[in-house]
T-cell receptor, first 111, second 116 residues
Framework: KQEVTQIPAALSVPEGENLVLNCSFTDSAIYNLQWFRQDPGKGLTSLLLIQSSQREQTSGRLNASLDKSSGRSTLYIAASQPGDSATYLC??????????FGAGTILRVKS | EAQVTQNPRYLITVTGKKLTVTCSQNMNHEYMSWYRQDPGLGLRQIYYSMNVEVTDKGDVPEGYKVSRKEKRNFPLILESPSPNQTSLYFC???????????????FGPGTRLTVL
């Protein structure tokens, strides 16, 4: 059974710092990996999607990498801002036609 | 605008009173699914549908029903809600890129359900 783990569970950093969020998954039989952002009590906003054949994707200050063979992905946020404060969720779309989520990393960027 | 809509957004009900949460997408996606989100447990799939009249159980289907009579709608039905179904529910629609192993999920805004 696919398991997705995110480390750390929570992170607090000063504004301007670069940071890395980690995601690992146990079964490499995936179509793609998707990073989401969720603000408290709100819905999910898709940030980046990496196909299983890709190594990384970039959008603005965000860069996500994927190492499918080792079951790892990282989300790099450059020059963090208070507006980046949210929960970040990693999810893999597996061959069983299901999106399996990690528990998330709660990020707080202090001004 | 491409979107997934859910209604209602907030619902407080009592044990045993049947309810339906509607979900609709305007992107002509074949694949849709329902998730619930609970503190400490993350998001878990309840049911999914590969196409019209094709539905299947996810990880936590007990106490829920779904139907898929038309491509755009995928309602979630709680025949006899119980307090342990108090949760935040998300409907999702998936764009599947044929031959590209690429499945992008789009989520609705969520429905916060409280069962007393």
């Amino acid at each position: 059974k696919q398991e997705v783990t995110q480390i750390p569970a929570a992170l607090s950093v000063p504004e301007g710092e670069n940071l890395v969020l980690n995601c690992s998954f146990t079964d490499s039989a995936i179509y793609n990996l998707q990073w989401f952002r969720q603000d408290p009590g709100k819905g999910l906003t898709s940030l980046l999607l990496i196909q299983s054949s890709q190594r990384e994707q970039t959008s603005g200050r965000l860069n996500a990498s994927l190492d499918k063979s080792s079951g790892r992905s990282t989300l790099y946020i450059a020059a963090s801002q208070p507006g980046d404060s949210a929960t970040y969720l990693c999810a893999v779309f597996e061959y069983g036609n299901k999106l399996v989520f990690g528990a998330g990393t709660i990020l707080r960027v202090k001004s | 605008e491409a979107q997934v809509t859910q209604n209602p957004r907030y619902l407080i009900t009592v044990t045993g009173k049947k309810l339906t949460v509607t979900c609709s997408q305007n992107m002509n996606h074949e694949y849709m699914s329902w998730y619930r989100q609970d503190p400490g447990l993350g998001l878990r799939q309840i049911y999914y549908s590969m196409n019209v009249e094709v539905t299947d159980k996810g990880d936590v289907p007990e106490g829920y029903k779904v139907s898929r009579k038309e491509k755009r709608n995928f309602p979630l039905i709680l025949e006899s809600p119980s307090p342990n179904q108090t949760s935040l529910y998300f409907c999702a629609s998936t764009h599947r890129w044929a031959g590209a192993n690429y499945n992008e999920q789009f989520f609705g805004p969520g429905t916060r359900l409280t069962v007393l």
